[in-house]
């Protein structure tokens, strides 16, 4: 907290102690018992023994920090629907008190990204919303409470003869909402929601919720069903069982009529082992494409399905595809074992509960015929495979004016299992300058140095575990030593692989060349051995060339200025004699 509510803070406190020590005092000491009381001079000040004045200044030094930078308190979503030429598109104007509790900056969240906002007030004034990676915020520094209004539109989608509207919220402690929908007496859902209560008024349909703390409502409507049956909601219940996901499914029926009606509920590709109406089985039909049974008698149904889906892998994560009906209120819980990270296309707000053993994924999905999941799936420890990689490594070597520099290619192959990290082994006393990769990959970089003139470590974390190849360029250099002092090659090794060789090339310039003197583990080779993608890199004469495999190569060389060439020219005479 700043030092000046810490200040405004202890003036208060000192205030009210001002006004309250007389008759404190007078009350805890009468007739003059005690000489540290409160005195009230000639001119107006009022005197306060020194140990009270010592207790409020220790208080205020150490002020309670808020548990948060702001609260977002209650709201009010009105939501008005107009039907234009068979499209429905809705102005949302929402009401957010919003609590500062810090006297610094803060960025409130208030709606996704892609929010079509029309206009935004805080206390009855303009405000601008602010773009960040999680959605528009607002940036705000004082303290206290604020009204916020916003509108924005949203259209909605159509849906067998209904409508489905997916409304943007701010992420309100509870959500008050109030919606006016073209048409009388339509069925309408609200997810998620309490208190749901739909009323006709004239040629509209008015519909109250209580919402609780969520960034997006579902609001669906249609004119009451014709049709002999409606399905109204389904429960879902997965959980993985070897290569496939097992499901249980329950969905509410009701029935407008006496007559036994036939209803299609999956595909044929899938793996059927139940369906039961009411409890009891059922009979299982085949209607074209789909699994079908039969249910009879006017009322209110419920049906129950088991069945499994396929587990598909290799391509990407793990996933599973359903084909499902198209019910209104679809809500679904995936258990699976291990820590798990699900995503659901249609995209849906999934809530995980991480266990130690399992995670359990709860979310309810839009009017859809086909749901997709797929999820970030760890391999357990006891099947995990032996990780083999091998690397090649391509250094360019030069002098400059005190500084030897150092450009190596690393060719990283991952031949079995994942990797997220590439451990690097450099001398010790070299500066690693810049690690990069051209096709991109590389999220981070850090260096450890060694004890006692060990090999300093630099480990490189992937942006996602390697599977395959992958090329990086990491550009280092150490000081030259003083005189004509040798010149040991720093080399980059790399760790925990089961192989590794390279090449290394001496660059000589116009003022400077490298001379070997001591070498081992390496073969002079031409120039031409070397991969195209670093050749085009070299932009100086290529002096050296070594080659390398599995030992580790030692290499030390001598600075030495290169031979001036002597140039070489053609000349041709031309010789004009005159006579005369």
Not at 511 to 521: H, K, Y
């Amino acid at each position: 907290m700043c030092i000046q509510s810490r200040f405004s803070s202890l003036l208060l406190a000192v205030l009210i102690v001002l006004l309250a020590a007389p008759a404190a005092f007078a009350q805890a000491n009468p007739a003059g018992q005690g000489q540290a009381e409160a005195q009230e001079a000639g001119d107006g000040r009022v005197q306060i023994p020194l140990e009270i004045y010592n207790q409020l200044v220790s208080a205020s030094e150490h002020p309670t920090e808020a548990p948060a930078g702001y609260a977002l308190g209650s709201a009010q979503l009105n939501v008005r629907v107009e039907l234009l030429e068979g499209r429905a598109s809705a102005e949302v104007r929402a009401t957010l008190t919003i609590r500062l509790l810090e006297d610094r900056w803060n960025l409130v969240p208030i709606l996704p990204l892609g929010t079509a906002v029309v206009s935004v007030q805080v206390d009855g004034k303009p405000v601008q919303l602010i773009n960040t990676p999680g959605g528009l915020a607002w940036g705000v520094k004082e303290l206290g409470s604020h009204s916020m209004t916003l509108v924005y539109r949203v259209d909605a989608n159509t849906f067998q003869g209904g409508f489905v509207l997916t409304l943007p919220t701010p992420e309100a402690a509870a959500t008050t909402l109030e919606a006016q929908l073209p048409g009388a007496g339509m069925e309408v859902a609200v997810i998620p929601a309490a208190s749901v209560k739909t009323v006709a008024s004239g040629n509209q349909t008015v519909v109250s919720a209580t919402i609780p703390a969520t960034r997006g409502i579902q609001l669906s409507w249609r004119v009451p069903a014709l049709e002999t049956y409606t399905l109204s909601r389904a429960f879902y219940t997965g959980e993985l069982v070897g290569d496939a996901i097992r499901w249980k499914a329950e969905l509410s029926l009701e029935l407008n009529g006496k007559d036994a009606v036939t209803l299609e509920l999956l595909p044929k590709h899938v793996t059927l082992s139940d369906i039961r109406v009411d409890g009891r089985e059922a009979p299982i039909l085949i209607s074209g494409q789909n699994f079908a049974t039969l249910v009879k008698g006017r009322g209110a149904h419920r049906l129950q399905m088991a069945f499994e889906v396929p587990v598909v892998r290799g391509s990407g994560p793990p996933r599973v595809t359903l084909m499902i009906p198209e019910i209104p209120v679809s809500r679904f819980e995936l258990t699976l074992p291990g820590r798990k990270q699900i995503t659901a296309t249609p995209a849906s707000d999934v809530n995980h509960v991480v266990g130690d053993t399992q995670t359990v994924a709860t979310f309810h999905v839009p009017i859809s015929r086909q749901l997709q999941l797929s999820w970030t799936e760890a391999i357990p420890e006891d099947t995990r495979t032996e990780t083999r990689a091998h690397a090649s490594l391509y250094h360019t070597v030069q002098a400059d004016e005190g500084v030897l520099s150092v450009d190596a290619w690393v060719v990283f192959e991952v031949g079995r299992g994942e990797l997220s990290t590439i451990e690097l082994a450099l001398p010790a006393g070299v500066q690693v300058n810049r690690i990069r990769s051209e096709g991109g990959g590389i999220s981070d970089w850090r260096v450890t140095p060694g004890q006692d003139g060990e090999p300093q470590i630099v480990t490189v974390f992937l942006g996602h575990p390697l599977s395959g190849e992958m090329r990086f360029r990491i550009d280092y250099d150490r000081s030259l030593p003083r005189g004509d002092a040798p010149i040991p090659i720093p080399l980059v090794r790399v760790r925990q692989v089961h192989r590794q060789r390279g090449m290394l090339a001496l660059l000589a310039t116009s003022e400077v060349a490298l001379t070997p003197m001591e070498e081992s583990n390496l073969t002079q080779v031409g120039e031409n051995q070397l991969p195209a993608f670093v050749r085009r890199s070299i932009d100086k004469t290529i002096a050296h060339t070594f080659k390398y495999t599995e030992a580790t190569p030692t290499l030390v060389t001598t600075a030495t200025v290169p031979e001036r060439v002597r140039a070489k020219f053609d000349a041709e005479v031309d010789t004009l004699i005159s006579l005369t």
